[in-house]
């Protein structure tokens, strides 16, 4: 599993509440990738690096983490990101621009990437 370090939660609260104002684009708190193994923690980190306004497909996720035919690998290591938002698992669409699952969703994906396009 992906946490936060101990002592940075207080962090994380501060930028949630900046991005969600529309003032943050970034999340600068410390992530501890050490509980996420393998492949689940390549999709994860591929993610954490698709910018703000910006959309990427499961195969391209798939593809950065080293496993372009893993697909639906990819999707069920996002299902169960620990850390949506600062780790945008909402920013992965599917093949062609559906929007997909989204663990807390589909109207929720839409209304962070509804967010992110009013501020980019």
């Given at each position: 599993m992906l946490r936060a370090p101990r002592g940075s939660l207080t962090q994380a609260r501060h930028e949630l509440?900046?991005?969600?104002?529309?003032?943050?684009?970034?999340?600068d708190v410390a992530l501890d990738w050490q509980l996420a193994h393998g492949f689940r923690r390549e999709v994860l980190r591929a993610t954490a690096e698709i910018p703000y306004g910006s959309t990427s497909s499961y195969r391209e996720v798939a593809t950065r983490a080293g496993s372009p035919g893993a697909v639906r690998a990819a999707g069920t290591a996002l299902a169960t990101n620990p850390l949506p938002i600062v780790v945008p698992c909402h920013r992965v669409l599917r093949s062609g621009g559906a929007l997909g699952s989204y663990r807390g969703g589909v109207a929720a994906k839409a209304a962070?990437?509804?967010?992110?396009?009013?501020?980019?």
């Open positions: 509440d900046e991005y969600f104002e529309g003032r943050r684009r970034g999340f962070l990437l509804s967010l992110e396009a009013d501020k980019a």
